[in-house]
């Protein structure tokens, strides 16, 4: 008995010292599947949203190609543990023109996407299956 609850009371411990504060810690976030709302259809493309503490984002495709390199201009909110329910939206330069991603977890991970582009804006919505630390 003494032993299980020294084990649970180590677990505890080891959870809450990797919790990861997104704001300080660069992150790759994996997605399975990429919605596109203004045709209304999902790929099922892997892909690695990445997020440099804060700073920067790239969307990278399964072959590596970046997809959109953005400047984070302004933060709204905090996230500071990303295993936990949280929300977080970033103004970003995409280019010379803006755009806003909002990433948010609660029952899964979303991250939602829409860039002024040179011609229609462009709209994503990521589903989340892995976060990592680098």
């Known amino acids: 008995m003494k032993n299980l609850v020294l084990l649970s009371i180590l677990a505890v411990l080891t959870v809450r010292a990797t919790a990861q504060n997104i704001s300080t810690t660069n992150l790759n976030w994996g997605s399975v599947s990429t919605f596109v709302p203004t045709t209304a259809t999902t790929t099922g493309e892997v892909t690695q949203f990445i ?66 582009t040179d011609a229609d804006p462009a709209v994503y919505e990521l589903t989340i299956n892995s976060i990592q630390t680098f």
């Open 51 to 116: 997020t440099y503490s804060g700073d920067s984002i790239r969307w990278v495709g399964a072959d590596q190609t970046i997809k959109y390199r953005l400047k984070v201009l302004e933060t709204n909110g905090t996230w500071s543990d990303v295993s936990q329910a949280g929300t977080i939206i970033y103004e970003v330069d995409n280019n010379g023109k803006r755009g806003v991603i909002t990433m948010t977890r609660s029952n899964d991970i979303k991250v939602r996407m829409m860039l002024t």
